[in-house]
């Protein structure tokens, strides 16, 4: 039996009862598909089912703010992703009628959707056969036809996409990339894959050159850069704080946080003093510190060592919030953590 027959029929027998699978609404595909690029389907389920009650349908998406958007997400990471969905929700209600781009090529146009999205969307919901190419499809092709071209190089991009488009079934392109997706996320799982029941074992070019554990090929990650922050968190006599909206285009763009010194190595009470901007002046204040060591949040690129130094005082100026204010607002979680456990 040809590989995407084979594929299908795995796919039909073993497929997961996934909520996106019982839809072929592009709006609801869409949504899925952004919370899942780097997020497992296990942690995606609750922030799909919260974004479809709170906005059924797209207009609903369009007309929330941003920041209320932002506070759904809270807790997926990957920040530009909540913010390109709502940019483009308003794009489609507000500039295309309201009517979802319904072809690859229309899709692939629309802010923060990439390849691989506008393939599954077309696919999915419009039996457009083309392939989409996420991590999961990498491996098992990768493995199956024994290709060692490292997949986050832009010669592997084009590869891969190139052999998944050749094989993909042209009759069935829905439950064909989904079969390839779930293919690699059940049974040519990235350690210990199920050589044992694999419908292609006799077939598959790592398996019986015993090669499993070298494919796929994968481009060295650049280092982790290490960062040191130290939040002062203000406290008036009122119980109130300052909080800040991040601007620019480095991480948790659009979240809030509170007034933040960065230090280039671990901050102790004297070199913060020094660092602290005349704006968040602790001079005649005394910064406690509240954790001895540091907490430390791991982003894919970049390790955050974090301090944060409670500082009282008597007054604030007038745009300090209260505790409930501060609640509302979409926060990191390593903010969201803090604020969890100490007591205003
Ligand atoms: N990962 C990305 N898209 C997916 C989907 N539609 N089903 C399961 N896992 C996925």
Not at 5 to 19: A, F
Not at 274 to 300: F, G, M, Q, R, T
Request: aromatic content about 12%.
């Amino acid at each position: 039996m040809s590989f995407d027959k084979e594929l299908i029929n795995w796919y039909l027998d073993n497929k997961r009862d996934l909520p996106w699978r019982r839809t072929k609404d592009p709006y609801q595909i869409w949504l899925s598909e952004i919370i899942l690029q780097q997020t497992r389907v296990e942690q995606g389920k609750p922030y799909y089912f919260k974004f479809l009650k709170a906005y059924p349908n797209v207009l609903a998406l369009a007309n929330a703010s941003e920041e209320e958007v932002l506070k759904l997400w809270q807790g997926l990471g990957y920040y530009s992703r909540a913010r390109n969905l709502h940019f483009t929700a308003k794009y489609i209600a507000f500039d295309l009628g309201g009517s979802f781009p319904a072809s690859y090529k229309e899709l692939v146009k629309l802010k923060g959707v990439g390849d691989y999205t506008a393939a599954a969307i077309a696919s999915i919901c419009y039996e457009e056969p083309q392939a989409a190419v996420d991590g999961n499809v990498y491996r098992v092709l990768a493995r199956i036809f024994g290709i060692d071209t490292p997949t986050n190089s832009s010669q592997g991009i084009k590869e891969f996409r190139q052999l998944a488009q050749k094989v993909i079934n042209k009759d069935e392109p829905a439950n064909f990339n989904q079969a390839l997706i779930e293919f690699g996320s059940e049974q040519c799982k990235p350690r210990r894959p199920l050589c044992g029941s694999c419908p292609f074992v006799t077939t598959c070019v790592a398996f019986n050159q015993d090669r499993i554990g070298e494919l796929p090929v994968k481009l060295k990650k650049q280092k982790i850069k290490k960062r040191h922050f130290n939040y002062l968190v203000y406290i008036s006599e009122e119980g109130k704080t300052i909080m800040n909206q991040r601007r620019g285009k480095g991480i948790w763009e659009g979240l809030y946080e509170f007034p933040l010194v960065e230090t280039a190595s671990e901050a102790q009470l004297e070199n913060l003093v020094a660092d602290v901007p005349a704006e968040y002046s602790v001079i005649n204040k005394e910064p406690v510190l509240y954790n001895d060591l540091p907490v430390v949040h791991k982003l894919s690129h970049q390790h955050i060592y974090t301090k944060f130094w409670i500082v009282k005082c008597d007054e604030l100026p007038k745009e300090a919030l209260s505790l409930a204010e501060v609640n509302k607002l979409p926060v990191p979680v390593l903010i969201e953590n803090f604020i969890d456990t100490f007591d205003f």
